[in-house]
Nanobody, 122 residues
């Protein structure tokens, strides 16, 4: 399974960006998807996730500004980011818990995309 993230870039404070992530491979199902970010010198943190049943979780720092959504038919997940702040500057990674066809069995594992850089200027 490969996760390919895109959509990062340079934006001014108050602006918006939409990140996209597509999963490809021998996918049986995508059980949960999310976005994490890592700023320079800081630990990776969860930004938003959609878990089984469609429940959405957000980091306190992005609630009301970011929206996560998924397109199950196309194995896509999006992160709509609005009212961006300089402190949102980070590399954003998509991740997913995916069940794949493993020969005669199904195998569930966690996968990560390569990251896309978001830079918010003040």
């Amino acid at each position: 399974v490969q996760l390919q993230a895109s959509g990062g870039g340079l934006v001014q404070a108050g602006g918006s960006l939409r990140l996209s992530c597509v999963a490809s491979g021998r996918i049986f199902s995508i059980d949960a998807v999310g976005w994490c970010r890592q700023a320079p010198g800081k630990e990776r943190e969860l930004v938003a996730a959609v878990i089984s049943g469609g429940k959405r979780n957000y980091a306190h720092s992005v609630k009301g500004r970011f929206t996560i959504s998924r397109d199950n038919a196309n194995n896509m997940v999006y992160l709509q980011m609005t009212s961006l702040k300089p402190e949102d500057t980070a590399v954003y990674f998509c991740n997913a818990r995916v069940t794949v066809y493993g020969g005669s069995v199904l195998v569930t594992d966690d996968y990560w995309g390569q990251g896309t850089l978001v830079t918010v200027s003040s």
